[in-house]
């Protein structure tokens, strides 16, 4: 791959992103293309956050010397949450079970973990369902104010953004506008809330809030 080439991809999707921050997603060893060349590619362009799947892909980034915001998203009750909380890396939220094992490892490390929740507005594979999000965000406000955790961010995915148009866009913005109006009445107000990915980025402006997730698609 021409690391060039991503660079000036990069540009290009910050021409279209307007104030959001970028997060480039290098999971799966960045797709194939590696883990740790794209992660300092990804940072000498400027962008701001990294994100992996896998939990192990972040602390690896950050056993390598990646210091900056790092956010992670896919986490097992085997996962390692402690480690992850010691190398301040955010943590992906979506029910209760894994609420429960960040404040605990929180608790162990005598720190606060840094956490996003992330609501189902429509894609189905992740995220707290909605019928389930209030209960999610009153557990999750009990524990920022025992001091266990900090609620940073609030976050979805869009299941069909590359096709300019489909309705399911509009609705899931709706879902997902209507989580944060939850979320703040309960009294979270996050410092990032991310639901656009490079198609939204390009396609559907009213997604670009203050966070953009960026794909490997970049890259093409």
Not at 47 to 60: C, F, R, S
Request: charged share 20%; proline share 4%.
């Amino acid at each position: 791959m021409d690391l060039n080439a991503l660079r000036h991809n990069v540009q290009v999707i910050r021409e279209h992103a307007g104030d959001a921050q970028l997060m480039a997603v290098v999971k799966a060893n960045a797709y194939g293309h590696g883990l740790l060349r794209c992660a300092r590619t990804f940072r000498e362009a400027g962008v701001g956050w990294l994100a992996t799947a896998d939990p192990q892909e972040a602390l690896l980034l950050r056993s390598a010397g990646e210091r900056g915001c790092l956010f992670a998203w896919l986490w097992t009750p085997h996962s390692p949450f402690a480690a992850a909380v010691e190398e301040d890396i955010d943590i992906s939220v979506s029910a209760l079970w894994d609420l429960r094992m960040v404040t605990g490892a929180a608790y162990a490390c005598r720190r606060r973990a840094r956490i996003h929740l992330e609501v189902d507005t429509g894609l189905g594979r992740n995220g707290c369902p909605m019928p389930q999000w209030e209960e999610l965000l009153v557990a999750a406000v009990k524990a920022q104010q025992a001091g266990t955790i900090d609620v940073v961010g609030v976050w979805s995915h869009l299941a069909m953004a590359e096709e300019h148009g489909h309705p399911s866009v509009h609705q899931q913005l709706a879902h997902f506008q209507r989580a944060l109006t939850l979320a703040e009445a309960a009294g979270i107000t996050p410092q990032v809330r991310h639901l656009a990915n490079s198609a939204a980025t390009l396609l559907w402006p009213r997604t670009r809030l203050c966070g953009i997730g960026l794909g490997m698609s970049i890259t093409m």
